[in-house]
């Protein structure tokens, strides 16, 4: 299983409405097409919003922006006069609603600018809000003759904000950069609707973005964001929960579960399963429970290294940058890398200065608990997938003299 984007810009603003059908405009976002082998399994938005806007957003909870479903703030504070750039996935659930319209990016895009062009001359925009700060911003009127009232009802689900979830808020700032992750950023969205292996990824999730939580916020009344992410998801785990009992006698031939009946007892076991059953080669150093192979992805060919401390109960997988970094870069790439560890839900880039070589690392402890294939599964992919995903950034530090800043823009707009 390899995850693939497919993606396409809008050459437009897109305007979404909320419960109140106030206007909330996304400026130019880039929409991206998530698929599994050729299912496409999520959408998402990327885009910059002026940081009025995101005032708007903030002060509103709007795309499901909560305060109590946010991670600490990282870097600093917001400052005005400087856009932010946010990230956005849409539910599960409503995503049949998108691909009836399209099965591509450049397809979902025209869609979509075509029902924001359908829907706005129809809507009041709102005469003001209230920052979470208590200031009053004013938001202009349109002189014409008002439009026929629209409800939330008629408005397309695909342009409601309840449809969509904010994953991450970012502000790059002249020397540094500020921003939080959201909830949904640690679960991934798609996991809510899928049943075995979805559970394990939401626990995981779950207990990252607390931990997470606790560290900026262990000050603040933790019986709060308890609360609320019980009333607001406790029902969506408990059908999980029954939708997995139930789907896991459907699923016998499903890789997984067949594996995770007879699953081998030893963290070793476990991992060299994994790449059989993926049809992966694997190279064993004698006498040793570490494994090398190589991964051949979108934007090059790196080897990988595995390691399974039985003692530890640890496994850890590193993907090895195939370039070394000249001495004369390292402090850039230094730099770069960090930009991109910042926001990163699983694993890390690291860099050892004396050599330049880079590696990119996932690893797991499992003391008191177990290994499954299913976690291993999403361990390997999250890490190879990343790495090549910021690969060409690599690159275009060490020889293309482009900035750190001007790099992590290319990739992650």
């Known amino acids: 299983m390899v995850l693939q984007t497919d993606t396409s810009s809008l050459d437009r603003d897109l305007t979404f409405y909320d419960a109140s059908t106030s206007p909330v405009t996304l400026c130019k976002p880039n929409l991206l097409l998530i698929r599994d082998d050729n299912a496409i399994i999520g959408c998402r ?3 910059q919003v002026s940081f009025e806007e995101y005032q708007k957003i903030d002060a509103g909870a709007i795309f499901n922006l909560k305060s109590a479903l946010r991670g600490s703030l990282i870097g600093g504070k917001f400052i005005p006069d400087v856009s932010v750039h946010m990230k956005f996935s849409l539910k599960p659930d409503i995503l049949p609603n998108l691909l009836e319209h399209g099965e591509n990016a450049e397809a979902v895009v025209a869609y979509l600018l075509a029902l924001s062009q359908k829907t706005e001359p129809l809507i009041h925009p709102s005469a003001s809000f209230v920052t979470s700060t208590g200031e009053d911003v004013e938001v202009e009127q349109s002189p014409d003759s008002a439009p026929p009232d629209l409800t939330q009802n008629e408005v397309d689900p695909l342009l409601q904000t309840e449809s969509w979830l904010c994953l991450s808020v970012k502000q790059v700032q002249a020397s540094n950069e500020v921003g939080y992750k959201t909830f949904w ?8 609707y899928q049943t075995v292996a979805g559970g394990e990824q939401i626990l995981s999730g779950v207990a990252g973005f607390l931990e997470k939580w606790i560290e900026g916020n262990w000050s603040k009344a933790a019986e709060k964001i308890a609360n609320e992410i019980i009333e607001d998801f406790g029902h969506s785990l408990e059908a999980l929960v029954d939708e997995s009992s139930s789907e896991l006698d459907d699923s016998a031939g499903h890789e997984i579960t067949d594996h995770d009946t007879n699953e081998p007892s030893s963290l070793f076991d476990i991992v060299t399963a994994f790449f059989a059953a993926e049809d992966w080669p694997v190279y064993q150093r004698e006498g040793t429970t ?3 192979l190589a991964f051949q992805g ?10 399974a401390n039985e003692t530890r109960q640890e496994f850890l997988f590193y993907s090895l940058c195939p370039v070394t970094v000249p001495v004369d870069k390292r402090l850039v790439m230094a730099e770069f890398l960090t930009r991109a560890n910042y ?4 694993g890390n880039f690291e860099m050892y200065f004396d050599s330049g070589e880079i590696h990119y690392k996932t690893s797991l402890d499992v003391e008191g608990d177990r ?11 999250a890490n190879v997938m990343i790495m090549d995903q910021y690969l060409p950034g690599i ?3 060490i020889y293309g003299n482009v ?11």
């Open 343 to 346: 926001g990163l839900t699983i």
């Open 45 to 47: 938005l990327c885009c």
């Open 371 to 381: 290994l499954s294939i299913a976690l291993v599964r999403q361990l390997v992919y």
């Open 185 to 192: 950023s640690y679960i991934n969205p798609a996991n809510l």
């Open 298 to 307: 979108n934007n090059g060919q790196w080897s990988c290294y595995v390691h």
């Open 403 to 413: 900035s750190p800043i001007d790099a992590i823009a290319q990739i992650e707009n």
């Open 395 to 397: 690159m275009a530090i």
């Open 290 to 292: 570490n494994l090398q």
